[in-house]
């Protein structure tokens, strides 16, 4: 179950989340929908990054029985930008960048591994018919 925190008056596509995170894990997440400003205090705060970025991972620190796996922070100004930048819909680039996240909460991290990351991001992009862009966007 994902539990939404959306600070915003845009539509999240619940349902579909939910449906990739049945893919990848039991557990219970909490997802927030924020703004650039507030994603960039994230980002500094946690990541000493000063600027916006289009999403962060919060994995809890102890994997206990019904407890949470984490949270994870969207960037809607994000969202939006991609979507229109690569001409697919809100809804898909959403499901993008959570997918993106949520492999971030289950320990997979593009930074250090040989490729999982990506290699499972495609695998979920496939599974459920989404746009490549992201594919592309991590090619670089």
Known sequence: MIELENQTHYDVPLE?????TAEVTQKDLELIITDNAHIQELNLEHRGLDKATDVLSFPLEFDLPNMPLGSIVIS???VQDKAQEYGHSFENEMALLFIHGLLHLVGYDHEVDEGQHRTKEEELIKAFNLP???IVRNSF
Do not use: R
């Not at 579909?16 to 990739?20: A, P, T």
């Open 76 to 78: 809607y100004n994000y």
């Open 132 to 134: 490549k862009s992201l």
């Open 16 to 20: 579909l989340l939910e449906q990739i």
